[in-house]
């Protein structure tokens, strides 16, 4: 049974810094490329922040222009978990952030973690 389970959400001050996992299991974790996605309320879902099953060696790493900079995305194929640092928080970041699993037409995705960035 594929599952990919969302941790580390909350609620943060402008800012602040949270750290976001995905562990996966059900499938051939180092195949897949692993993404971040967030959702905000009345807004459509948008990319975060993606990497390919080679991670950050020898693979490519990408991320949507609000974050980048703030954000990083890195995995561990060890512990079949992918992870998203989110450091100067603002409040527009506030959404319900996905993780997302995608191998040749296979796509996975998690139930989501809420992130709320107010003071």
């Known amino acids: 049974q594929v599952q990919l389970v969302e941790s580390g959400g909350g609620l943060v001050q402008p800012g602040g810094s949270l750290r976001l996992s995905c562990a996966a299991s059900g499938f051939t974790f180092s195949r897949y490329a692993m993404s971040w996605y967030r959702q905000a309320p009345g807004k459509e879902r948008e990319l975060v922040a993606g990497l390919t099953s080679a991670g950050g060696t020898g693979g490519s790493i990408n991320y949507a222009d609000s974050v980048k900079g703030r954000f990083t995305i890195s995995r561990d194929n060890a512990k079949n978990t992918v992870y998203l640092q989110m450091n100067s928080l603002k409040p527009e970041d506030t959404a319900v952030y996905y993780c997302?699993?995608?191998?040749?037409?296979?796509?996975?995705w998690g139930q989501g973690t809420q992130v709320t960035v107010s003071s």
């Open positions: 997302n699993a995608r191998w040749v037409g296979l796509v996975y």
